[in-house]
């Protein structure tokens, strides 16, 4: 059964540096999304992604944060600037034509 | 504000119990509505989609109260594998929109 990827599993950064998240969506999925989720809180929301162009962003997502599909295959989310409050789970979800989104395992950010 | 409210427990049961979960959400303009499960530090997993009509999948059946912006779970017979978080989702409205999130309710299956 084909799934989200995501990579790294886990990432140690200190405060202000950039750090790249990696996703690789379903191979016939075209609409792509960030979340991300606070330990012991739900999950929010962040930017969805279609066309090459973002769809729709969160007040979360501010212009720290940046999104691209570099190669065609890699939907990346890379935040400028790390803060303390950025220590979460990041996932990525992807979907086809149909409403259901699937996630892949997450990356889990921890800011020092 | 757009929210979907859960209890979140935890609900404790006994293997072979049958338990139900309910959500509300507050934006009418809501198009689908999902149930997924989290197991502790893992991903969200689709468990099913919720249709106006109910819908059943094995142990699961799922339904849906547009009228009272209400959706609820019910797990029938439960095994120890059930033990996750429930997160109730809701789609916002049509194309590209994200998916809004419960808090989830947790449920845990005793032998």
């Known amino acids: 059964e084909p799934e989200v990827t995501q990579t790294p599993s886990h990432q140690v950064t200190q405060m202000g540096q950039e750090v790249i998240l990696r996703c690789v969506p379903i191979?016939?999925?075209?609409?792509f999304y960030w979340y991300r989720q606070i330990l012991g809180q739900k999950v929010e929301f962040l930017v969805s992604?279609?066309?090459?162009?973002?769809?729709?962003k969160s007040e979360i997502f501010d212009d720290q944060f940046s999104v691209e599909r570099p190669d065609g295959s890699n939907f990346t989310l890379k935040i400028r600037s790390t803060k303390l409050e950025d220590s979460a789970m990041y996932f990525c979800?992807?979907?086809?034509?149909?409403?259901?989104?699937?996630f892949g395992p997450g990356t889990r950010l921890t800011v020092t | 504000r757009k929210e979907v409210e859960q209890d979140p427990g935890p609900f404790n049961v006994p293997e072979g119990a049958t338990v139900a979960f309910n959500c509300t959400y507050s934006n009418s303009a809501s198009q689908s509505f999902f149930w997924y499960r989290q197991d502790c530090r893992k991903e969200p997993k689709l468990l099913m989609s919720?249709?106006?009509s109910g819908n059943e999948d094995g142990r699961f059946t799922a339904q849906l109260n547009r009228a009272s912006q209400y959706i609820s779970l019910l797990i029938r017979d439960s095994k120890l594998s059930d033990s996750a978080t429930y997160l109730c989702v809701v789609l916002g409205g049509p194309g590209n929109t994200p998916l809004v999130f419960g808090k989830g309710t947790r449920l845990s299956v005793i032998a």
């Open positions: 992604f279609y066309n090459n162009e973002i769809s729709e």
């Open positions: 191979s016939n999925h075209l609409y």
């Open positions: 919720v249709y106006s």
């Open positions: 979800a992807t979907r086809s034509g149909a409403y259901e989104q699937y």
